[in-house]
């Protein structure tokens, strides 16, 4: 007996193409292209570290990683030349970066009672909202790639009126603030280390908890004062000692959460240690939550490696400690308050993936396109697609200044 089957019947019903004008497709070409560029458009509202960068096209048959191309810098000539002797030519030293290009994107389920009204109405939302998570998305990707780098200095504290060094972050607190003398040591590592300005300036992005604090710098200079003869970006707020300061929510904050979420914050020594690893800090639920965080305690630095019941947390170092002595989360800065990383580069410090030319798109289906699993024609989507890829470049044309903030107590990590 022969059975003959129809492949297309055994074919996820929701998997459409909206490439091509044909049964199915829910966007002629021309309405796709305006949509992709209002999803675009609404995007770049919200981009500001992927407005720089040395900008990569998507590869097209390469593979799911993109390359970077770098060059290092030609030394000084100083040879004079011979009359009639050709010299020794130089040779270019090039390097490549790769990173690897991933998928993002989402979607909404808009209902037929919804839809009732004009459905260009309905999209045309979608997009504009779609259009501003899609920008935060890519945003932040990059973002977290920048902060990857190793490059970092701190702002010192200021106690009684008298600058304090930090070294690490976990030492940083609401008193070591971006300052005009922070921000001129931060443009002399940049000059030293020879990088090169975005049109004759360096950049920095911010967060406005931070701002706040600069804006009253002597010398400080708001853009609008220079908006006239120069493009300002967006974001942009400002200038100082010749760095371009732009400011976005999404500057990275860096704060440990709740020790035990949804119970507290913080934990307090029950009893008195002396050189142990094991800590009692009083009967609570949920204590496994703490084993491989780290911890804060009277300003040094440990790692939960395990907790034993419900009223015993292990470290990775012995500790002599006191009863009433508190334990703060150890990710942010001094007793788990908020750091902020202020990010200086200039011109190709890192790199990314252009966003226009296909590499973020919009995509409509509308009610009935999904056949058999919308039986009754009741749902239709919009949704957004991106690829995205961001790398270091020049570790040394990116600095990460790290500092507190009047805000430091309140704001979270983003």
């Not at 009732?116 to 998305?137: F, P, R």
């Not at 945003?139 to 490059?151: A, H, Q, Y």
């Amino acid at each position: 007996m022969e059975l003959v089957f129809d492949i297309q019947a055994f074919a996820n019903a929701n998997v459409q193409t909206t490439a091509a004008n044909e049964s199915g497709n829910d966007l002629s070409p021309a309405m796709k292209e305006y949509y992709d560029t209002e999803l675009l458009e609404n995007a770049k509202e919200e981009l500001f570290f992927n407005q720089f960068g040395k900008v990569q096209s998507l590869p097209e048959g390469n593979g799911k990683k993109v390359e970077w191309r770098k060059f290092d810098t030609f030394g000084k000539a100083t040879t004079p030349l011979e009359e009639g002797v050709t010299p020794d030519g130089n040779t270019m030293n090039m390097k490549s970066v790769e990173a690897q290009v991933e998928q993002y994107g989402d979607y909404t389920t808009v209902s037929d009672m919804l839809d009732l009204t004009a459905v260009d109405d309905v999209i045309l939302s979608c997009t504009e909202e779609h259009g501003t998570q899609a920008g935060l998305t890519l945003d932040t990707l990059t973002r977290n790639e920048i902060c990857k780098g190793t490059n970092v200095s701190f702002a010192p504290r200021n106690v009684d009126g008298v600058e304090v060094p930090v070294s690490l972050r976990y030492e940083l607190d609401s008193s070591a603030k971006l300052t005009s003398t922070v921000v001129n040591k931060a443009v002399t590592k940049l000059k030293k280390n020879k990088t090169p300005k975005i049109n004759g300036k360096y950049i920095a992005i911010i967060h406005p908890s931070v701002s706040e604090d600069l804006r009253e710098s002597e010398g400080w200079i708001e853009a609008h004062k220079y908006a006239a003869v120069t493009e300002i970006f967006n974001g942009e707020i400002g200038e100082l000692h010749g760095v371009r300061f732009i400011e976005s929510n999404e500057a990275p904050i860096f704060k440990g959460g709740d020790l035990i979420p949804g119970v507290t914050r913080n934990l307090t020594v029950s009893s008195d240690v002396s050189s142990s690893y094991t800590i009692t800090v009083g009967t609570i639920e949920g204590l496994s939550s703490v084993v491989n965080r780290y911890v804060l305690i009277n300003g040094e630095k440990y790692k939960v490696t395990g907790f034993n019941g419900t009223n015993k947390i292990i470290l990775d170092a012995a500790v002599t400690l006191k009863s009433g002595d508190n334990i703060y989360p150890g990710e942010g800065g001094a007793k788990g308050c908020a750091v902020y990383g202020c990010i200086f580069f200039g011109r190709d410090a890192y790199g990314r993936v252009e966003l226009s030319g296909g590499a973020m798109e919009m995509i409509v289906k509308s009610k009935g396109s999904a056949g058999t699993a919308d039986p009754l024609n009741q749902r239709s989507t919009v949704g957004w697609k991106a690829a995205h890829a961001a790398a270091i470049l020049y570790e040394e044309r990116l600095l990460r200044v790290e500092c507190g903030s009047s805000y430091s107590e309140t704001d979270e990590a983003n």
